[in-house]
């Protein structure tokens, strides 16, 4: 049956998540998981929901409860909201809405890489765009025409933003769909969200709960785009693609403003001695607007680094990028779990 598989799919270069240990032993700094748990009203909306025959019933197929909660929260119209098992689903049916076998799909580089494979399972091309000088955009953007193009703002590895004017400037540069992923927006000073607001149809924007809201475990995200739009993007996702339990948890994440606001100036407040702990170090360091830290040596590669934190039960991300060498992206954990591993990176140099 190997050799009845699509050939797209037989030379497909699977995308690596970040490595989830079996057990408890390690620090897990390594794939951007809130440190903090889910604030309480989620873990009382779930028990309400394990209640009943609340599990015994298919979930609401377009999430109704949740789009009202966000829309109010987000001030956005809800038939605009399209709902994910987390945003990577949303980027695998905007992918399969939007690009046809043998279509074009664009990013710039480096960025996260599981765009590229996107674009191969639909059997698409798939051409980057390297950032500039300070993580910035070429303009004009050289590629005038494309099925898909993704930016992920901010971007991974590096946590750097680009402002809203940019953002205009590059949609102005090209035609086709341009999807923003703003899975790690709410640590930023900015979103896109202001553009939709202001009229915009020819963008969508991409949110994550994993990270802000702490709820990588449930998987759910979603997309904000023109209402007539969505409305397509609903024929293209699977029936069922979130379950009860994933959208009661949104939903009562979204709704607890003030819980979300005081975890994310924690976790503000420790990015910043961060990188001024990882600069003391002799690290070269991004300036980041996500919940993660993007750093890099000049004087030797850091896979030793990587692999002897590994050794000493630590997780971080080693990347390495053609035309950019290697770095390693660091999670924001709590306070003392960024104290135990400054004090091992100390250890280590």
Not at 35 to 56: C, I, K, N, Q, W
Not at 64 to 71: E, G, L, N, P, Y
Not at 120 to 147: C, E, M, S, Y
Not at 329 to 339: A, H, K, L, N, Y
């Amino acid at each position: 049956m190997i050799d009845s598989l699509r050939p797209c799919i037989r030379d497909l270069v699977a995308y690596v998540p970040g490595e989830q240990p079996r057990d408890g032993a390690f620090l897990k700094l390594n794939t951007n998981e809130n440190p903090y748990p889910p604030s309480p009203r989620v873990l009382e909306a779930l028990r309400a929901a394990l209640t009943g025959d609340r599990l015994r019933k298919y979930p609401d197929p377009v999430g109704m409860h949740f789009r009202q909660t966000a829309s109010r929260v987000l001030d956005v119209d809800p038939d605009g909201i399209l709902i994910g098992n987390g945003s990577d689903d949303i980027l695998t049916i905007l992918t399969r809405a939007f690009v046809p076998e043998g279509g074009l799909v664009v990013s710039p580089t480096p960025s996260y890489l599981l765009y590229r494979t996107l674009a191969n399972l639909q059997g698409a091309q798939f051409r980057t765009v390297p950032f500039t000088v300070g993580w910035k955009l070429p303009h004009p953007w050289p590629i005038q025409h494309a099925d898909l193009t993704f930016l992920a703002n901010p971007n991974s590895p590096s946590g750097t933003v680009l402002s809203l004017e940019e953002i205009k400037q590059l949609r102005a540069d090209f035609e086709g769909p341009l999807v923003i992923d703003e899975a790690y927006a709410d640590f930023a000073e900015d979103n896109a969200l202001k553009l939709l607001k202001r009229g915009r149809k020819d963008i969508v924007i991409t949110r994550s709960f994993s990270k802000s809201y702490s709820l990588a475990g449930i998987r759910f995200g979603f997309a904000v785009g023109d209402p007539a739009l969505i409305q397509h993007l609903y024929k293209v996702k699977d029936s069922y693609n979130c379950d009860a339990l994933s959208l009661v948890a949104a939903a009562a994440a979204i709704e607890d403003q003030e819980y979300f606001y005081t975890i994310r100036a924690r976790i503000i407040a420790t990015r910043m001695q961060m990188e001024k702990a990882l600069k003391t170090l002799g690290f070269i360091v991004c300036p980041s607007q996500a919940n993660f830290v993007w750093c890099q040596r000049a004087d030797r590669p850091v896979k030793p680094i990587y692999e002897e934190l590994k050794k000493r039960n630590i997780l971080v991300r080693y990347m390495n990028y053609e035309g950019y060498g290697d770095g390693l992206r660091i999670s924001v954990g709590t306070d003392e779990e960024i104290d135990c591993l400054l004090t091992e990176l100390a250890a280590i140099l």
